[in-house]
């Protein structure tokens, strides 16, 4: 019953910008934290930024000052503005649901199929 459906993943030169957009449904999406991962080929899933039911976040080492999360807790949507991108940040990226924030996987209940996306240089 619960749903999230990631969007806006796609093909980006280096420097470029995408906006990711994780829509939830079936859970009271204010009550939940949420995380975005992310996956490359070969590689484990990876923490890239959680943010809580108040509008706290936190960001990886990697993305930071590059990447933002953020939430819309009257659309139950998850965003991920990710700026300045680098061949680096080329993977699978996954919306989660969890009832804290976490930088571990295993915390997450409610997890989205993914978007790709892949920077060029």
């Known amino acids: 019953q619960v749903q999230l459906v990631e969007s806006g993943g796609g093909l980006v030169q280096a420097g470029g910008s995408l906006r990711l957009s994780c829509a939830s449904s079936?859970?009271?999406?204010?009550?939940?934290?949420m995380g975005w991962f992310r996956q490359a080929p070969g590689e484990e899933r990876e923490f890239v930024a959680a943010?809580?039911?108040?509008?706290?976040?936190a960001h990886a080492d990697s993305v930071k000052g590059r990447f933002t999360i953020s939430r819309d807790n009257a659309k139950d949507t998850v965003y991920l503005q990710m700026n300045r991108l680098k061949s680096e940040d080329t993977a699978v990226y996954f919306c989660?649901?969890?009832?804290?924030?976490?930088?571990?996987?295993?915390?997450?209940?409610?997890w989205g199929q993914g978007t790709q996306v892949t920077v060029s240089s």
């Open positions: 989660a649901a969890a009832r804290a924030v976490s930088i571990d996987t295993s915390m997450y209940g409610n």
């Open positions: 079936g859970l009271f999406f204010s009550n939940y934290a």
């Open positions: 943010i809580d039911r108040y509008g706290n976040t």
